[in-house]
């Protein structure tokens, strides 16, 4: 068995991509006291509240994607009747950011699901799951999907596992650096080595 290393330029970031389905409803897992969480559907978002959800549940991920984008190009998104944006409440506080993607015919992507840092541990991204899963399969689809990479947090490939999601394909995502155009902190996600 052969293997090959090639090296990522300096400037860029490089990925493994899984990506995941579920092709029937699981059983739901068991979750922590949802006591004062709630989930707000958030209608036709307003794009700088959007993007500053955004960034404070990704910049440790280095999400940067909705970001780079124009605001047509986000509002044609967010804002398409197809797509259905949530922000998870813990009491007054913001703690986590869910998007349903239903535009492709019979299927629900799940685009972006994530917690605010503080609640990371906190039993709240199982409380999300569930309603995640429970709002895809309102619908009428036959496959509910998602995709994380290896800059993302540790345990979240085996989070989507247990939540009933299966592996079917694996991708290289090479990208520039957005440390590096200060368009994140410097600091941000310090398990991704930076390179200039």
Known sequence: MSSQLLDVPAGKIAAVVT???MLERPAPRPERSARGLTLQHIANPDLAWFRGLFRRVGENWLWFSRLVMSDAELAAIVHDPRVEVYVLKAGADEAGLLELDFRAADECELSFFGLAPAFVGTGAGRWLMNRAIERAWARPIR?????????DHQAALAFYVRSGFRPFRQQIELADDPRLSGLLRRSAAP????ID
Not at 143 to 151: A, I, Q
Not at 191 to 194: A, G, S, W
Request: with cysteine; proline share 6%; hydrophobic share 45%.
């Open 19 to 21: 990506s995941l389905e």
């Open 143 to 151: 496959r509910f999907w998602v995709h994380t990479c290896t800059v």
């Open 191 to 194: 398990h991704v080595p930076l």
